[in-house]
């Protein structure tokens, strides 16, 4: 099979054919039929992780998996249903199904967790095993692109997670406005989200490029707010202009840079809640009192678990998911690698096999 994989931290992917990995009695050989290419991918690859987990190399990127079940191990619960040729997304973080995460349904914070595309194998590759338990199946009725789907195993997963945190603790209603920052991967399906899940919140979407800002616009943000070059007070007046109001209660961080950390926790009114899913920078760095005086909540939101992703592609079989990608040939993933890495891309990359 081909595959494009990393020997080393800094240096191109190598495209190179593999032997078709082989599977256990639990797992299925899933197809890959697309695969998205994540902002993670290139900070594994410039070695961002390297303090976190070591790798053995060669590691094959891509956590972002669409495609079709090709192969059934003989162990797998024929009470599931999956068939050979059925299509199929894969649930991203991998547990150990005996911790209380686990057992929470929370795999993918799971202690013992492994992830497809942090290993030998991932989606940058045509074949990859999946424990069973991983695999959500999606009806062909419904005629949904594996380019479209494979995003939303992370790209449109994670904030749907992020905002369903800012909705569960009661921060989002229709007298509330939420900010959606940063509107690349991630946010362009944020915005949808807000919407979705918002209870009514006005959505303001804020993001550096016009391009960005577009489609965040398109995608259903109330207001958009341009953050190049801009002070805080800049920002404030706008949003005051377009809400009525120069603060917002609830901020879905899909970018985690440094200048957007603090324009989102500057913009934050009392009592605000602030969900982080973005890793652009690497540290947070806050004054204290304002979080203890007025009371702000911080929410870590990682990734998605099967009931999530579950949920995700409910939404998108019923046609309430609009996508922003850029499908790319596997030759062509070094070259956007390095567009990835300059924040080039709008919407998401993904790899069509
Ligand atoms: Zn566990």
Redo the contacts with the bound molecule.
Sequence with gaps: MRAARMHGYHRPLVLEDVREPEIGAEEVLLHVRAAGMCRTDVQLIDGYFRSYAEMTFPVTPGHEIAGEVHKIGSSVPRTIGLEEGDQVVLVGGW?????????QGD?QI????RWPGFGPYGGYAEFVPVPYRYLIKVDKRFNLKPEELAPLTDAGLTPYRGIKKLRDAGALGPNRVLGVMGVGGLGSYAVQYAKLLGAGATVVAFARSAEKLAVAKEFGADHVISTKGRSLDDVRKELNQATGRGEIDAVIDCAGAEEMIQLGFGLLAIGGHYSSVGLVGDRINLPLFPFVAREYTYHGSFWGNHNDLSEVISLAQQGRIRHSTKVIRFEDINENIDLIRMGDVVGRAVIKY
Aim: aromatic letters at 0%; hydrophobic letters at 5%; charged letters at 15%.
């Design positions: 547990g150990d199904g005996t911790c209380r995460h686990c057992q795999t799971c202690a013992h967790g």
